[in-house]
C-alpha cells in the first residue's frame, strides 16, 4: 500500500463535506452514500460519461441529479453533488470520495497496514499483530494480511509509506552484504 496523494481540490471538497457531515451527524451514512455514487461512475460507462461530457450542460446535468437522488440521498450529498457540478468538479467525484474516508480515517485515528508473512497467519496470530502495531502507532489499526513465500520468514509491515521490513529475506541479505563488505582485500587489488 502506497500513500495516495490527493489533489488539492479533492481535499478540500472533502473536507467541506466532512465538516458538513460532522455538524449533521450524518458521517457514516454520507460517506457510504458517496462511496455508491462514486463505485457507480466508476463502474458504469454511461455515467462515467456523463461527469465528464462537456455538451451536456451544468444545468441539465443539475436536473439529472436532482431527479436521480432526490429522495434517494440526503439532502446534504444531493447538495454536495449539485457544488461539484456547478463547479464543473464532477469529474473528481472518486477523487474527493477516496480524500473524504481518508480525512474520516484520520480523524478517527485508523491506519490500514499490509502486513506480508511467508504463511497465512491465523486468526489469532493476526489479532496479536494488529494489538501490536496499533498498540506502537497509537492508532486503531485494520490489518490486511498478504502471503509472499519469497521473504522465508518473519514478516514485512507496510504503513502508508514505510515499510518496515523484519523478514528471513532480508537478515539474509544484510549478514551477506556485511561479509561481503568484511571480506579481506586481495593481493591482486594491494598491488
Known sequence: MKTKHYSTTALIYAQSLLELSEESHQT???????TSVADAVKNDAGLKLFTIDPSISIGQKATLI???FDGKLSPLLVNFL???NAKGRLNILTDVTDAFHHL?????????????????LSQDQLQQVQQKVSQALGKN???TQKIDESIIGGLML???DKLID???KYQLEAIKDQFLKAR????AGME
Open 141 to 143: 489499526a485494520i490489518v
Open 166 to 168: 523484519a523478514s528471513v
Open 28 to 34: 457514516d451514512s454520507i460517506g457510504e452514500d458517496l
Open 82 to 84: 449539485g457544488v461539484l
Open 158 to 160: 507496510q504503513v502508508q
Open 104 to 120: 474520516v480515517d484520520e480523524k478517527r485515528g485508523v491506519v490500514e497496514v499490509d502486513v506480508t508473512v511467508a504463511q497465512e
Open 184 to 187: 579481506p582485500k586481495t593481493l
Open 66 to 68: 436532482k431527479k436521480a
